[in-house]
C-alpha cells in the first residue's frame, strides 16, 4: 500500500516517536511517506469555493501537491497531539485543504494517532475520535484504527516499551 502519514506536531515528541513505531512496523511491505504541514506553506481555506469548479485549489502554496499525495494513498495516518481539546491548527489545515478535492479521497484506508498530556479518561480524545468518525462516514473511510496516548512530556511515550511494541505491530499488520 501507499501510505501517507500527516504529523500534526511541529515538535520531535510523543507524535513522531508514535508515527516513528508505526513506520517501524510498516515500511518492509509498504511505501510510506510522512507529510509534516509546519515544513510547508498551506494557507488556511478561504472558502472561496473555486475549487468546486476548477482542478484543485486555487492557491499557489503547497496546498495542491499535498492534496495530490492525499488522493493518491491508499491509506492515510492521521497523527496530533490534543491542543486544546482537539486537533492541532496544523493537521486541520491540511484537512481543510481537503475540500478542493473531497470525493476523490472516498474509501480510503484510515489510522488515527492521537497524543495527550491528560489521561486517557478525558473528554478530548472521545471529541477527537468522533470528529473523524464523521469525515469517516461522509467519505466512505475504512476506519482501521484509533489510538490514543496519555504523554506529556517530549520523551514521555518513548518510555513506554509496551506502547512502542504495539504500534510497531499495528504497523506490521496494516
Ligand atoms: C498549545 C498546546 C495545547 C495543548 N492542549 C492540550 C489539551 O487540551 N489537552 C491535553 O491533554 N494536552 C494538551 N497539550 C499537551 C500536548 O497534547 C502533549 O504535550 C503532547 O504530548 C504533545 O505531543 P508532541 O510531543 O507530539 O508534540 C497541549 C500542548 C500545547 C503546546
Not at 476548477?54 to 492515510?76: F, R, S, Y
Not at 497523527?79 to 470525493?103: F, H
Not at 476506519?143 to 490514543?148: E, N, S, W
Amino acid at each position: 500500500m501507499k501510505i501517507v502519514i500527516i504529523n500534526g506536531s511541529a515538535r520531535k515528541g510523543n507524535t513522531l516517536t508514535a508515527i516513528n513505531a508505526f513506520i517501524k512496523g510498516a515500511d518492509e511491505k509498504n511505501e510510506i511517506e510522512v507529510i509534516a504541514p509546519d515544513k510547508l506553506h498551506i494557507s488556511p481555506c478561504k472558502g472561496c469555493g473555486a475549487c468546486q469548479c476548477h482542478k484543485g485549489c486555487v492557491d499557489q502554496d503547497d496546498t495542491n501537491p499535498t492534496i495530490n499525495k492525499l488522493v493518491e494513498a491508499d491509506m492515510i495516518l492521521f497523527a496530533t497531539p490534543v491542543y486544546w481539546w482537539g486537533m492541532t491548527a496544523q493537521l486541520k489545515q491540511v484537512i481543510d485543504k481537503c475540500y478542493c478535492r473531497g470525493l476523490q479521497l472516498k474509501e480510503k484506508k484510515i489510522g488515527l494517532i492521537v497524543v495527550g498530556g491528560s489521561p486517557l479518561d478525558n473528554i478530548q480524545y472521545e471529541l477527537i475520535c468522533k470528529q473523524f468518525d464523521c469525515m469517516a462516514s461522509y467519505l466512505s473511510w475504512d476506519m482501521l484504527f484509533q489510538k490514543c496516548y496519555y504523554a506529556n512530556a517530549r520523551d514521555e511515550l518513548a518510555k513506554d516499551v509496551d506502547a512502542i511494541q504495539k504500534l510497531e505491530n499495528l504497523g506490521k499488520h496494516v
